[in-house]
């Protein structure tokens, strides 16, 4: 497994990024903590519909966002909020589609990020036919997909691997492997030893990395995008790493793990190194910390109000999307819905 960054802070060799650099990502993965916290919040509020928190699992997706262009694709979960942030998606959309608001789910014209999917696996694949667009159009990006452990289970997993590897598409598969589907622990999802090492039966390069380690994952990114771009196909990354809470706001997760195993991996949170590695550097003060999280809070109460401040659809939206014409039943379920809401 490639560690740059112990959790102590010590780094293995050179540092791979440059301290203003390091500083830059620090601050991501505050703002994306902070909004975390705060959607987690929100949802205990009543103000969101479900949500899956990433605590955890910063390091993972700013870091590995990071390296991308702006113009590359990036095809994630309903977990990755963080690194779909990174990529240009707002805030204000990623909120709004944790409400419930169809809006959220799309992104403005200039951003190349697809919304989010909760089928698990089924995005993967999506990730494979922009990659094929690319090369068809003879355009320079590439494109990245996030999914979990548990997603590897899923026949789509295989197609997409396969197509990819077969076709030399420009694709990262980026794997958190969080160490849960809901659940069920990653020892129960597959006998592979690791998920890494499936890429070799799809002949591809495999990499696991420490998850919670920004500069590994950093690394083993920007590599992984580079022989996209260079046309020398996909790779396979496995960031290990751990979801610190719940699954999603509707899970208690007291009845499948320990107390004594959560508290193992808090001393492996993905900040804390970063910060003592820049405290080290004198790249650091508890008052640069303060003013951070000051401005992250600012910015994502800002962006709560803009979600919650669109105008409402109504219940009748629902019922617009799919058909010219809408079949009885639904014509039946649209009068009960408005009736539910008084009109
Ligand atoms: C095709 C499909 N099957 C089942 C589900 C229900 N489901 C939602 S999340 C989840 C677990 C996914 O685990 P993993 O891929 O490890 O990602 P994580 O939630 O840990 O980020 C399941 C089974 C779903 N959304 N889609």
Redesign the pocket.
């Known amino acids: 497994m490639l560690q740059l960054l112990t959790p102590s802070g010590d780094v293995l060799g050179e540092p791979p990024l440059s301290v203003d650099l390091t500083r830059r990502l620090y601050r991501a993965m505050v703002y994306v903590r902070t909004f975390d916290r705060k959607c987690a919040a929100l949802q205990k509020q009543g103000r969101l519909a479900t949500y ?1 928190p ?1 605590e955890g ?1 910063e390091a993972a997706q700013v870091g590995s966002a990071a390296p991308l262009d702006p113009e590359d694709w990036m095809v994630a ?4 909020a963080a690194a779909m942030w990174m990529q240009g998606y707002p805030w204000e959309l990623l909120i709004a589609w944790r409400t419930g608001d169809e809006r959220g789910g799309r992104p403005p014209e200039h951003v190349s990020v697809l919304p989010p999917s ?5 995005h993967m694949l999506h990730a494979v036919g922009l990659a094929w667009s690319a090369r068809h159009f003879g355009e320079e990006r590439i494109a990245i997909t996030y ?8 026949g ?1 997993f295989h197609e997409a691997m396969n197509l990819a590897a077969v076709y030399g598409l420009g694709v990262v598969f980026f794997c ?7 659940s ?1 622990p ?1 020892t129960a ?1 597959t006998r592979s030893e690791t998920i890494a090492e499936k890429a070799i039966a799809y002949g591809m390069p495999g990499v696991q990395v420490d998850g919670n380690d920004l500069f590994a994952v950093f690394t083993a990114t920007a590599e992984a995008i580079d022989r996209a771009r260079a046309g020398d196909g996909p790779t396979l990354i496995e960031a290990v790493t751990y ?1 610190l809470g719940p ?2 706001t509707s899970d208690d997760p007291s009845r499948y793990r320990e107390e004594s195993e959560v508290e193992q991996w808090r001393r492996r949170d993905p900040l804390e190194r970063v910060r003592i590695f820049l405290s080290e550097r004198d790249a650091w003060t508890p008052e640069w910390q303060e003013r951070l999280e000051t401005e992250a809070s600012t910015e994502i109460e800002r962006a709560v109000e803009l979600a919650e401040g669109m105008d409402g659809l109504g219940p009748a939206r629902i019922f617009e999307a799919m058909f010219d014409e809408l079949p009885p039943h639904l014509v039946d379920q649209r009068a009960e819905a408005l009736r539910s809401v008084g009109q």
């Open positions: 899956a990433f699992q979960s309903y977990r990755d909760i089928t698990v696996g089924g999914f979990g452990d548990g997603a590897t289970s899923e789509d958190q492997n969080n160490q849960y589907a809901i069920m990653r999802q979801r699954h999603t």
